[in-house]
């Protein structure tokens, strides 16, 4: 199974839909085949552990707050789950490598789903980032949604802005989850609770950041004392001259869209736009081809960094 990544016990947002979710299963109606898909970082494997608990811990000690959307520090399925151990649950993400997930792993669940529950109670199986399931694992996915036990609940969950198969999204209820710009602000406010996006330099606000986007973001420039008052330009030259694409993973992840920022910035100030947009289709490219080729990255980063940077 795979690592479980931390878990927000605070639901920020989707109260009516939560509810209405919690209501289904209540009445036995809930779709046990669900896709929960949505931009990244806007909470959308938050909401599936929520319900996942609210789930397991009806006839626990310490269940689901539903007063406040809280998951309990001390309840015991809780526990289970950020131990990887609970027994009617099975996790697939790869958010630890970003690497495609096998068709290994999907035999793992398969297995998980042949074996007898604990307690006669449903099994929940959680598949994260479903855009990175290999043709050969979605099509194993694909024969065990198509005749699922009924105990047993599919959460899966994706970035809208990717692909997965539409057999797949044709076998699944989807649900797309979508955050206004107001209630992306308070939830940030929520999560950081200090001065960091109020502060943060224009370059890296706009209308498509997620709260998920402003944590991680966050997390970066306070592990590495970098002031949340720089420019894209100073923090492009910052991660070049350090080398950081090169050991930080959410550099790795992100240089595309910092690389998007620093050309949104630039294009107003370049008398030839159709310079400075060949430019950025160029990099961009670049950077793409490295990800996908598994090529090395710094000869791009120096041209850049010459070109347009320093140049």
């Known amino acids: 199974m795979s690592l479980i990544p931390p878990i927000n016990k605070n639901l920020f947002g989707y109260y009516d839909f939560f509810l209405n979710l919690k209501d289904q299963y209540d009445?036995?109606?809930?779709?046990?085949?669900?896709?929960?898909?949505g931009d990244k970082g806007i909470g959308k494997a938050t909401l599936a552990y929520h319900l996942t608990n609210y789930i397991f811990s009806i006839n626990e000690?310490?269940?689901?707050?539903?007063?406040?959307?809280?998951?309990l520090s001390n309840n015991h399925s809780y526990n289970l789950i950020i131990k990887n151990s609970h027994p009617n649950f099975f996790l697939i993400s790869n958010i630890e490598d970003k690497t495609n997930i096998q068709i290994s792993k999907i035999r793992e669940m398969i297995n998980f789903t042949n074996k007898s529950s604990f307690n006669n109670n449903?099994?929940?199986?959680?598949?994260?980032?479903?855009?990175?399931?290999?043709?050969?694992?979605?099509?194993?996915l694909l024969r065990i949604?198509?005749?699922?036990?009924?105990?047993?609940?599919?959460?899966?969950?994706?970035?809208?802005?990717?692909?997965?198969?539409?057999?797949?999204?044709?076998?699944?209820i989807n649900f797309n989850l979508f955050l206004n710009s107001q209630e992306k602000l308070k939830i940030i406010n929520k999560l950081l609770n200090n001065d960091f996006y109020s502060n943060?330099?224009?370059?890296?606000?706009?209308?498509?950041?997620?709260?998920?986007?402003?944590?991680?973001?966050?997390?970066?420039?306070?592990?590495n004392n970098i002031d949340e008052k720089i420019s894209i330009d100073n923090f492009l030259n910052l991660i070049i001259d350090k080398s950081l694409f090169k050991k930080n993973l959410y550099i790795k992840d992100n240089l595309s869209y910092f690389l998007e920022l620093y050309f949104n910035k630039k294009i107003h100030y370049y008398k030839s736009k159709d310079n400075i947009y060949d430019l950025y289709k160029y990099f961009l490219s670049k950077i793409s081809d490295c990800?996908?080729?598994?090529?090395?990255?710094?000869?791009?980063?120096?041209e850049f960094n010459g070109k347009l940077l320093n140049g």
């Not at 105990?151 to 797949?168: C, G, Q």
Request: aromatic share 14%.
């Open 291 to 302: 990800k996908k080729y598994n090529l090395d990255i710094e000869s791009i980063l120096i």
């Open 122 to 140: 449903c099994k929940i199986i959680l598949i994260d980032n479903i855009e990175y399931l290999n043709l050969y694992s979605a099509n194993a």
């Open 27 to 37: 009445k036995k109606i809930l779709p046990n085949r669900i896709i929960f898909s």
């Open 61 to 71: 000690k310490d269940k689901y707050n539903f007063k406040d959307n809280i998951i």
């Open 145 to 172: 949604i198509e005749e699922p036990n009924d105990n047993i609940y599919f959460f899966l969950i994706y970035d809208s802005k990717t692909k997965i198969l539409d057999t797949l999204k044709s076998r699944c």
């Open 200 to 223: 943060l330099n224009d370059d890296f606000k706009n209308i498509y950041n997620s709260p998920g986007d402003i944590i991680l973001l966050f997390e970066f420039f306070k592990d």
